[in-house]
């Protein structure tokens, strides 16, 4: 069984007292319910679990007074044989956005604070089928993602103290010793080609063969493709498919990697296609990264609006749009050219957005200096550089000199750990996980 990290954001949350409704929020098939199942049999005696897409009928519980007392009875009614009690019942009502009324009756179970709840669903149903939104200040939210690097690890079989001596050598910025730099890369290159999402490494772990994750990820996105059949809008149906099918060529076949209508078909034009980006943003089936003019706090004051980078929201769907072939080059590190770059920064990509960071990129034309990423951490603008191998980062460096306001900034290598000129810390690639 993968161990995640959000059970410990679970288990937070169920030890507060003065609890609210937890909604947990995540792209499809990252493992929402599964966890959430597995946290319940843990730490309550009884769960409810409703799921609106299996058990449409079971809308009728939400139909009439959304009194907590009238709720509970009519699911007792619904479920004879639960005995659902204050305190040690988990009520967990699943895919809630495909009922209203359930979403809206999260105000009156935070209000009466006697039962825990836990609602869990995408984004997809929330914001295109709903006519209500969750009850401000009655829930708490947590945002999950398929499996980070450090997560995979611990599915591999490495224990949490060796992921924690990883985190010590980058807080002392030590070099790590070559085997488990090479292990790890070995690691991180599986990683890649497997993804974040659970059935895909499950299916992994269990045989060992890449064949066989490549058919998972297939099918995770033929899943997606029929989400955006079903659930976008009929003049925005085909055209979100059109811009989310070519991502893998905007941001491995070529250098530049700006999205570029023209990839979708000749001539095409933002006016076009932009709102279907949006779609496919708030669905949460691709994020972005925006272009800044400027390497300075606050970043969004510097946005060119109509510039991004636009990321499957897991690796697993980005390498299964290519053919089986890349897989084997990545684990046998037999990449090379624009293809090894953009994986690189698709990886870099797919470990700060797990992380909750809000992704730019720098570029100006006139200078021709362009930077990768840049976050924001603690009210300063940090900037990121990416490298397939262990060249000089030029812009980076003229940035980082230039700019004093930048405390400090990081370079990406195949490569080991190194305190660089100028402020400039060079990490290997996979501890972009462990920042």
Known sequence: MLERKISKQLSDWADRKDKKCLVVQGARQVGKTFVIERFAEERYEEVVEINFKQMPSAGEIFSGDLTVDNMVMAMR???PEKKIAPGTTLIFLDEIQECEEAITSLKFWATDNRYDVIASGS?????????????????????????????????????????????????SKTEIPAAVHSQLMSYYRKYIATGGMPEAVQKYIDTNDFREVDNVQRSLLEGYRYDIAHYATAEEKL??????????????????????YKEIESGARGQKYFTSIEWLLRADIVHLCRQVTAVKYDLSDYLKEKSFRAYTTDLSLLVSMKDFSLKRHIVENTLSGNTKGGLYECAIADALYKKGYELYYYKNETTKKELDFVIQIEGQAVPIEVKSGNGRATSLNSIVKKEKAIPYAYKFIDGNIGAGEDGVITLPLYMASFL
């Open 77 to 79: 009614f619904r479920f």
């Open 123 to 171: 984004l997809l149903g929330i914001d295109y089928k709903r006519a209500s939104s969750y009850p401000v200040g009655y829930v708490d939210y947590i945002k999950m993602y398929g499996l980070d690097f450090e997560e995979f690890l611990w599915g591999m079989g490495v224990s949490h103290d060796m992921t924690d001596s990883i985190r010590g050598y980058l807080q």
């Open 239 to 260: 055209k979100a498919e059109k811009c989310y099918l070519t991502l893998a060529s905007q941001l491995l076949d070529k250098e530049n990697h700006k999205f570029q």
